[in-house]
């Protein structure tokens, strides 16, 4: 059974940074992308960031490019997102994705079949 657990949300203050975590078990994902998604109540679930399989692409959501850091480690079978200058249009539940393009990556949700439950980040003013 492939599960996604993602680590490391919390409170911060605005310009403050987090770093998240997502590990996966159940089977590698080391030649597919996984990524980023969040979501805010009422809105639809935006994508954020993805990472190639070997980590040698990444793709960024123009509202946090300059500001996050999506990596991989495939030995760990984990995807990170490091959070810099966070404001509080950052505020929402952050979700990793894997099983993406093989060899490839994509910003589109669709493809990827495995999403984690979510981890909350909230960025106080």
């Known amino acids: 059974q492939v599960q996604l657990v993602e680590s490391g949300g919390g409170l911060v203050q605005a310009g403050g940074s987090l770093r998240l975590s997502c590990a996966a078990s159940?089977?590698?994902?080391?030649?597919?992308?996984m990524g980023w998604v969040r979501q805010t109540p009422g809105k639809e679930r935006e994508f954020v960031a993805a990472?190639?399989?070997?980590?040698?692409?990444?793709k960024y959501a123009d509202s946090v490019k300059g500001r996050f850091t999506c990596s991989r480690d495939n030995a760990k079978n984990t995807v990170y997102l490091q959070m810099n200058s966070l404001n509080p249009e950052d505020t929402a539940v952050y979700y990793c994705?894997?099983?993406?393009?093989?060899?490839?990556?994509?910003?589109?949700?669709?493809?990827?079949?495995?999403w984690g439950h979510g981890t909350q980040v909230t960025v106080s003013s």
């Open positions: 994705a894997a099983d993406g393009p093989r060899y490839g990556i994509s910003t589109a949700q669709s493809v990827y079949a495995y």
């Open positions: 159940g089977r590698t994902f080391s030649s597919y992308a």
């Open positions: 990472v190639s399989w070997n980590g040698g692409t990444t």
